[in-house]
């Protein structure tokens, strides 16, 4: 069925092609069929609800489509241009020459992941939103309740700004309070973005990671709403079979916190190597929104409730691509990164 649209994608596309008459024509097709949120675009991000044989044949179907699409505009661009400036007859063409290799980017692992979840929750009445990676020490630890004594807050953990009261956001939960104070109440909200921590690297840590937050607040917002709504998001992203378990943890600027591991996608619960043998993966953080961080917003807690989550979008791209080394994906190793 997907194949089928990629393919009466590809026709309609050239018949269109054929019949521009400019070339500001000829770039508002381009951007409508092949452009970051054009028809083929589309299609790619619906991919997730197929199998990985099924994927893995319609991702490269698509991409085949995609470089012949580029190749006929790009044709149709000479074309174009040569009617308009009447000067190809007198240039001379070496036909001996050989032809460089045409390269085709596409979207980084990381990105293909954070633009999946944002469709998901768009779809659910979240708006997306962007914040400063150089926040203040405010809505980065006090504003979410971590007062100046919590470990968080010590230098082996945080990049500070010498001489001023800023720093490298550690979390996308510095937008919570700022977002709060612009919107007030009620409120969807997801926010991903780039975070740092002072770390050492290895294998599974990276001072640069990407996360997604997200948060809702409403009337009588309870841990029933957030379960439903992360359920929805675990049925999308890997298949109406997952289940979500939810356990109890500790965030300061949650109350209860919880850890929300799903179904393994992989072995669909059997247990496997990436797994461990559990046959869940752990995926997020969330709870309700601590009364102290409302208040911090400017909502009124005695009116207003909300829940309040955490994706490590750098870990679910590593889960997705089954990768075993964080640092690949930041690395600007072309040779890996020409795999997806």
């Not at 300061?252 to 669909?268: M, R, S």
Request: glycine fraction near 8%.
């Amino acid at each position: 069925m997907l194949e089928e649209k990629i393919k009466q994608l590809k026709e309609e596309t050239i018949k269109k092609i054929s019949e521009v008459a400019n070339l500001e024509q000829l770039r508002e097709l381009e951007i409508y069929f092949l452009g970051r949120k054009g028809e083929l675009t589309k299609i790619l991000r619906t991919l997730g609800d197929l199998s990985i044989e099924e994927r893995a044949k319609a991702g490269d179907l698509a991409n085949k489509i995609k470089n012949e699409l580029t190749l006929e505009i790009q044709k149709a661009r000479q074309n174009l241009g040569e009617k308009t400036d009447g000067s190809s007859e007198k240039e001379w063409i070496d036909v001996t020459a050989v032809k460089e290799k045409e390269e085709f980017g596409h979207l980084h692992p990381i990105s293909i992941v954070q633009y999946e979840l944002e469709d998901i929750f768009t779809s659910m009445g979240f708006m997306v939103l962007d914040g400063p990676e150089l926040e203040s020490d405010y809505y980065n630890f006090e504003a979410l309740n971590i007062p100046s004594w919590h470990p968080a807050r010590d230098m082996q953990d945080t990049f500070y700004v010498e001489g001023e009261n800023l720093l490298m956001r550690t979390q996308t939960s510095s937008m919570q309070v700022r977002a709060m104070e612009k919107y007030g109440a009620p409120l969807r909200v997801v926010v991903p973005g780039r975070c740092f921590r002072n770390e050492a690297t290895d294998v599974r840590h990276e001072h640069t990671f990407y996360q997604l937050e997200g948060f809702m607040v409403g009337k009588d917002i309870s841990v029933a709403n957030l379960k439903a709504v992360l359920e929805v998001v675990a049925k999308k992203l890997y298949g109406d079979d997952t289940k979500v378990k939810l356990r109890p943890k500790f965030y300061p600027f949650v109350e209860p916190g919880i850890n929300g591991e799903v179904t393994c996608f992989l072995c669909k619960g059997k247990g496997c190597r990436v797994c461990k043998n559990t046959g869940w993966l752990e995926i997020f953080g969330a709870g309700l929104i601590h009364p102290n961080v409302l208040k911090f917003g400017k909502i009124d807690s005695k009116k207003w409730s909300g829940f309040a989550f955490g994706f490590g979008l750098t870990r679910l791209a590593m889960l997705k691509y089954e990768i075993d080394d964080v640092r690949l994906l930041c690395g600007g190793d072309l040779r890996f990164l020409k795999q997806f």
